[in-house]
């Protein structure tokens, strides 16, 4: 009887412990997206202007060089003109800018284009932050795919454990038989 106590314990124990892992990881992810999503920390960003940045514009796109900053904001990137070579300026119509890479969205190729855009910067604290929810939520993921294994593991300790207490009551059982005899 009082194993059955100490399994009931364990599997109880079990699963209060996943429950709670549960609820600690959905309470971690809503406290780091709310604070992340806040914005408390956007009043320090940088915004910077490049003038004339040269390339080829045509369907292989053309990489800003803003794309390879460190703490660029790939989505504040606002091109303010376009030119094929000196003089002729190119319409927004002509072109595309998905991620930092701007695209010919015509048949043309201007081979010799400068391109004038403005983009902004995370400040340090705010590009901290930021790979801190990344890695944050990187490691739940590593950790949430290793659960499986976990939850096999227990199951097989628990099947060996009730087995043990089958073997036990069986052979109490048996002894108690055969004592009558």
């Known amino acids: 009887m009082d194993n059955k106590g100490q399994?009931?314990?364990?599997?109880?124990?079990?699963?209060?412990?996943?429950?709670?892992?549960?609820?600690?990881?959905?309470?971690?992810?809503?406290?780091?997206?709310?604070?992340?999503?806040?914005?408390?920390?956007?009043?320090?960003?940088?915004?910077?202007?490049?003038?004339?940045?040269?390339?080829?514009?045509?369907?292989a796109g053309m990489t800003l060089d803003a794309v390879s900053a460190d703490r660029v904001i790939l989505s504040s990137i606002a091109?303010?003109?376009?030119?094929?070579?000196?003089?002729?300026l190119i319409p927004s119509a002509n072109y595309t800018l998905t991620n930092g890479v701007v695209t010919n969205a015509t048949a043309g190729d201007y081979g010799n284009a400068r391109v004038t855009y403005t983009y902004s910067l995370y400040?340090?604290?705010?590009?901290?932050?930021?790979?801190?929810?990344a890695n944050f939520t990187a490691g739940v993921d590593n950790v949430s795919s290793k659960i499986p294994t976990v939850l096999l593991i227990a199951a097989v300790v628990l099947i060996l454990g009730v087995l043990v207490l089958l073997v036990a009551a069986w052979q109490r059982m048996r002894m108690s038989g055969a004592g009558g005899l």
């Open 123 to 133: 400040n340090v604290e705010e590009y901290s932050v930021t790979g801190l929810n």
């Open 79 to 88: 091109i303010s003109a376009v030119w094929n070579g000196t003089t002729d």
């Open 7 to 59: 399994t009931a314990g364990l599997i109880t124990a079990l699963i209060f412990g996943i429950a709670s892992l549960i609820i600690g990881v959905i309470i971690a992810f809503v406290i780091v997206s709310t604070l992340t999503d806040a914005n408390l920390l956007s009043d320090g960003r940088t915004s910077v202007s490049v003038v004339n940045e040269t390339g080829a514009v045509n369907t």
